[in-house]
């Protein structure tokens, strides 16, 4: 439960950040959208690891359902 909390604050804050990225020539600055930038990647990187056991149950299931070839071309993009 605690976790859901967490990823959805962190979703907000992403989302909120993101929506102020848009426009660097706004009033916040070109010094703001690349701290601004800094702050998002790592917090997308953050993300990606909280959902990590989602995204490998995805990709296995995924992978397991396709054709060989469609496997060989979702590894190679992957690389």
Do not use: Q
């Not at 848009?22 to 998002?40: K, Q």
């Not at 995204?55 to 995924?62: C, H, N, S, Y």
């Amino acid at each position: 439960m605690m976790m859901n909390i967490i990823k959805l604050i962190l979703n907000i804050l992403l989302t909120a950040v993101m929506l102020l990225l848009m426009d660097p020539r706004s009033f916040y600055g070109l010094g703001f959208h690349e701290w601004a930038g800094l702050f998002i990647g790592l917090f997308f990187l953050l993300h990606k690891a909280l959902n990590w056991t989602w995204i490998k149950k995805v990709t296995v299931g995924f992978i397991k359902r396709c054709p060989g070839r469609t496997r060989l071309n979702y590894i190679l993009v992957l690389c």
